[in-house]
């Protein structure tokens, strides 16, 4: 299987595990002993703590739409800009904000590293304060 099929895929898991909570869908193009980067977060390695995060996102928002910008797959490399449509409907420890119901835009860049078909290194990049900034966490630059 091409990179080119592995990364349209990895897009399909993705809406899979996000928009309709089918997280096994990852195991098609995920090592299970793959690493996971996304600052400022420490990196772990393994499949089931990254299905665990979906778990864990879908408990906060409700996802509406996934936006795929742009794809480059060049060798056993490919980078994915997007944009995940969510709606705030939960509560998370880590954002300690009752439920807005507000629609926020979680807009990032993922590099991934592939071996033997599978994706084995993901490194994600996100505009956090954006989207904290969305929820009314952080206020806007120039806002009191």
Request: hydrophobic content about 40%.
């Amino acid at each position: 299987m091409s990179i080119v099929d592995v990364m349209a895929r990895e897009r399909w898991a993705t809406e899979e595990a996000l928009i309709r909570g089918n997280v096994d869908a990852l195991d098609e193009v995920f090592a299970p002993d793959a690493w996971f980067h996304h600052s400022p977060n420490p990196s772990y390695q393994g499949l089931e703590r990254f299905k665990h995060a979906f778990h864990w996102m879908r408990q906060g928002f409700q996802c509406t739409g996934i936006d795929w910008e742009e794809v480059i797959c060049v060798d056993n490399t490919s980078v994915q800009r997007y944009v995940f449509h969510l709606k705030h409907t939960g509560t998370l420890p880590d954002i300690p904000v009752p439920p807005t119901g507000k629609e926020v835009l979680a807009k990032g860049c993922s590099v991934y590293h592939l071996k033997d078909g599978k994706i084995i290194e993901i490194i994600v990049h996100e505009d956090d304060l954006g989207f904290m900034q969305q929820l009314g966490v952080i206020p806007q630059i120039g806002q009191q």
